[in-house]
């Protein structure tokens, strides 16, 4: 139902289900690192209706998870946003209003009323150091709201008057929208935000909707939406579609995607409950330099590049390569699927034996926390320049000032049976 790549690691993602279980997964290892299920905070501070309806449906959908920018703390659902520099999520729902509350206290903080319909999604932006909300209902409008609680200060109708979700391009200057309409007609548009109207429609959505389409935003150049059982790129700049591909097949009609934070991998929903990731070059380096040698070679891993091909024979789809690097001009036929480069993952789901990996990030609050340790060392002491843990950790590698590298291994023992 929702994914999100960390803001920092750029191939730990997060997944939440319709079933309410929240993963953890390394993309080049295809591990499973946490796995969670979905538990309301307080129940008892929830309405009747609310604990009548948990003790009824246990399955609780994740409709959406998302990291902090931080990266240390997630949620199920909504955004997070910094009023008066405090760490607060941004929640919306069917009561038709948008609420902001205390991430460390759980205390409500701000309520925004004013739609007429059951809030869809909510979007926070940062615009030179001013704080708002953008949020979008049923009915198809769009308000922006900003924290002094005088009430919307914008009030769009978005294309279709349906389900709509809001984004930036990376740089935050310029602002999308992508939604479906209940009779399946789908939008994909860039808002002029002084004026409140559409600066772009983009074209490519030629048939009716199965569900409602999702899109991501890569950088300041690219556009992509699940549809048509594929994913459409655009150009941020040209309303026409640039390419569209089935990363080899097995995609929902309308498939949930996401970008990770810099723009070389993209994580793809599939119709049998897995996730293909799909990666440009350097998305590609990175997998190869954290694959693992413990991969088990009957999972279905295919790892291709995207770029330009030179005296390629047979038929070959165009695809695009979506860095900033690519040049402004952007030729359909000049990119292809050079060796079937696709990087697909269709995650292993351990089983109830299968021993699941944690991993958090504490917080340290005081230096009782912190621990110094003095590593064996027979050589000639140096001064270290630049010191790394290697691939998944399990050894830390020097490099001296006298132009000597030291490596140091984790022992194996009753503590750690892994030697990591």
């Known amino acids: 139902m929702s994914m999100d790549f960390h803001p920092q690691q750029q191939t730990i993602l997060l997944v939440g289900t319709n079933i ?3 993963s953890l997964w390394e993309v080049g290892s295809q591990e499973r690192l946490a796995h969670e299920s979905f538990k309301v905070w307080d129940i008892s501070a929830a309405s009747m209706a609310l604990q009548t309806t948990l003790l009824n449906d246990a399955a609780i959908s994740v409709n959406r998870c998302v990291w902090e920018p931080n990266g240390l703390m997630l949620v ?6 910094h009023p008066k520099k405090q760490l607060c999520i941004v929640t919306c729902g069917d009561d038709k209003t948008i609420k902001v509350w205390d991430v460390v206290a759980g205390r409500r903080q701000y309520t925004f009323e004013g739609h007429e319909a ?9 615009l030179e150091n001013i704080q708002f909300i953008y949020s979008t209902a049923i009915d198809g409008k769009i308000k922006a709201w900003l924290y002094n609680c005088l009430g919307s200060r914008v009030d769009y109708d978005a294309p279709g008057h349906w389900c709509t979700m809001m ?3 990376a740089d935050g ?3 999308f929208s992508c939604g479906t309409s209940r009779e399946g007609e789908s939008h994909l548009v860039e808002w002029n935000e002084s004026k409140g109207a559409i600066k772009r429609t983009y074209s490519g959505f030629r048939k009716r909707s199965l569900g409602v389409v999702q899109f991501d935003t890569t950088r300041n150049r690219f556009l992509a939406a699940g549809d048509e059982f594929q994913i459409k790129f655009w150009d941020m700049d040209n309303t026409n579609m640039l390419t569209a591909v089935d990363a080899d097949g097995g995609l929902p009609a309308s498939p949930r995607l996401r970008f990770n934070k810099v723009g070389s991998l993209l994580a793809v929903t599939t119709s049998d409950n897995g996730i293909k990731i799909l990666a440009n070059s350097d998305g590609l380096r990175l997998i190869r330099m954290l694959e693992s040698k413990s991969i088990d070679k009957n999972r279905p891993l295919i790892v291709n590049a995207l770029g330009p091909v030179g005296n390629v024979s047979g038929a070959i789809a165009p695809t695009v390569e979506w860095p900033d690097r690519v040049p402004p ?16 993952v269709k995650p292993h789901i351990a089983d109830d034996g299968d021993k699941v990996k ?3 990030i504490p917080d340290v609050s005081d230096l009782s926390q912190m621990k110094a340790l003095r590593v064996p060392d027979s050589i000639a002491p140096s001064k270290v320049v630049q010191l790394i843990y290697t691939t998944c950790g399990p050894a830390l590698l020097a490099l001296t000032a006298s132009a000597v590298h030291k490596l140091w291994k984790w022992q194996h023992g009753e ?5 990591k």
């Open 167 to 169: 984004a930036y391009s």
């Open 329 to 344: 001009a952007v030729s359909i036929n000049s990119w292809y699927y050079g060796q079937q480069q696709i990087f697909y």
């Open 358 to 360: 944690s991993w958090e």
């Open 118 to 126: 059951p809030v869809y999604s909510v979007y926070h932006h940062l």
């Open 173 to 175: 200057t310029r602002l």
């Open 76 to 81: 199920n659902d909504i955004v997070f946003a």
């Open 20 to 22: 309410g279980d929240i």
């Open 415 to 419: 503590r750690n049976p892994s030697g």
